[in-house]
């Protein structure tokens, strides 16, 4: 595993963590209300353990923000993520809901 990865999972952990303290609830009230474990809320806020997207779901449902602030938030910690240098984005497609012109 990179630093880089353990990086985001403990900067997402510290994310996650304030949000929660924000609210009041300890980490066993919280865990109850979005039923997990107390310890999977410990391993997420301690960078152990990354969420699932179904997790992150769960939980910003509850602290009621959207899963984007969260990682916004993550995003603003750790900076963008990038492409290991020499990569390009390759080949662009078509955007969504745009028409191609037919040749006749």
Known sequence: MESSDVDRKTAFGKVLR???????????????????DRTTISLLER?????TVETLWKL????????SALLGRL???VGKP?????????PRSPRVGTRRSAKR
């Open 47 to 51: 960078g152990k353990q990354s969420p």
């Open 82 to 90: 990038g492409r290991p240098s020499g990569e390009s984005a390759g």
């Open 75 to 77: 995003e603003r910690s």
């Open 18 to 36: 304030e949000a929660r303290e924000a609210t009041g609830l300890s980490q066993e009230s919280f865990a109850h209300a979005v039923e997990m």
């Open 60 to 67: 910003s449902a509850y602290l009621d923000v959207a899963p």
